[in-house]
């Protein structure tokens, strides 16, 4: 009698253990395919931000319009506006404070081989500069036989600015020289944008803007 009694127990034991067990393994994997949902979650989301930065920037480039297909900042919201003009790849960025708000397709100056040290250099200078109250609808400069619109100085009042694509002398776009925005440098030391860029810039830019020119 006892004997079937130690029985009935070991088997009622091995059932709890086996119900245990199996609950077990049921939470393991259910917390498994929660950690696998993140996972996947968190993989989209990203994904959706990247396409949604990305599809912002006009494709194929216009020279003529705006560089995003969304609207310019509203600088009156914004709390610390500065400007990055990256020269290698051919975009300035608008900040607010460590976020950029806006991306603007651009052209620097070309790079030539530096004298002293024998390294190639752009003819942009690099280094942090600030927005000067030099500004106007248009320019032309008579011995670059180049000319620009819609111009904001940034260094040595009126010799280094933000302006449009190049114009011809008779107030032309440079088409050959227009196709090179936001892909190639080619200005000589001025930082070339499209035209509503340009415009944009001219009419918004509050003076003693920071600009930081690298690359």
Known sequence: MKKSRYVVYA??????AFIGIHSSLKTSASDQE???ATTVTKKVAQKQTTTSSKSAMRTPIDWQKSSETKEYPDLSKVKHFWIKVDLKANRTYLYDGDHVIYTMYSTGGI???DSKT????SMTPTGTFYVQQERGDSFYNAKLK???NYYTSWLNH???LFHSVPTNADGS???KEAAKLGKSTGSHGCIRLSVADA????????????VEIVG
């Open 118 to 121: 024998g390294k190639m250099k």
């Open 146 to 148: 180049e000319g620009a």
């Open 199 to 210: 415009r944009w810039m001219e009419e918004n830019l509050p003076v003693g803007t920071k």
């Open 173 to 175: 776009y440079n088409k």
């Open 34 to 36: 929660k950690s696998a």
């Open 158 to 160: 009126g010799e280094y």
């Open 11 to 16: 088997l009622f034991c091995l059932i709890i």
């Open 111 to 113: 790079y030539k081989k």
